[in-house]
């Protein structure tokens, strides 16, 4: 099993819709969680960080927490074409190492 | 500020030959990550430095990679002897912070190792 898990997609919503992204991990004791946005031939950029169970809203942004199911998601409103790029999940884990998921690429539709 | 710097931005090199890609982190950053991106495996972490000293290189492929951080403006990954399937994007990322997860990457060396 992999330490961090997403669908690879591509997820395609329509401009102005909201773009749900999942995240699973599987290290129970893991504490923080991040997402990346990276749009092709480029790096990736921190855009949401997360520790604790809930919600955290930054913008259109909302990355949610949930630890007892072990998943994390990122949703994002009013969804842009601008938005369309691939989104990585990160997790620090109980021994404090970083994984990455694959990431899901979401194309927003004009 | 300029962000992480790394040079070279691409890089073509036949099998065999040694490779040494750069990185400059963000002034006053204290850790500093390299990782590599492929299509199969993703986003992986290869060996960071807090401080110029290695904290963690569990992610270091095999012996043929090798990492040094002389001081904290500089950084070099090096590949020796090169192989085709080193071919990736490698970035390089530095943080002011001891989450892990904070980070600024930089624009990535694309390597092909024919």
């Known amino acids: 099993q992999k330490e961090v898990e997403q669908n690879s997609g591509p997820l395609s919503v329509p401009e102005g819709a909201i773009a749900s992204l999942n995240c699973t991990y599987s290290d129970r004791v893991s504490q923080s969680f991040f997402w990346y946005r990276q749009y092709s031939g480029k790096s990736p950029e921190l855009i949401m960080s997360i520790y604790s169970n809930g919600d955290k809203e930054d913008g259109r942004f909302t990355a949610q927490l949930n630890k007892a199911s072990q998943y994390v998601s990122l949703l994002i409103r009013d969804s842009q074409p601008s938005d369309s790029a691939t989104y990585l999940c990160a997790v620090n884990t109980g021994a404090n190492n970083l994984f990455f998921g694959t990431g899901t690429r979401l194309t927003v539709i004009p | 500020d300029a962000g992480v710097i790394q040079s070279p931005r691409h890089e073509v090199t036949e099998m065999g030959q040694e490779v040494t890609l750069r990185c400059k982190p963000i002034s006053g950053h204290d850790y500093l990550f390299w990782y590599r991106q492929t299509m199969m495996r993703g986003l992986e972490l290869l060996i960071y430095?807090?401080?110029?000293?290695?904290?963690?290189d569990s992610g270091m492929p095999e012996d043929r990679f090798s990492a040094k951080m002389p001081n904290a403006s500089f950084s070099t990954l090096k590949i020796q002897p090169s192989e085709p399937r080193d071919s990736a994007v490698y970035f390089c990322?530095?943080?002011?912070?001891?989450?892990?997860?904070?980070?600024?990457f930089g624009p990535g060396t694309r390597l092909t190792v024919t």
């Open positions: 990322a530095s943080s002011l912070s001891s989450v892990l997860g904070e980070q600024y």
């Open positions: 430095f807090n401080n110029n000293v290695p904290i963690d």
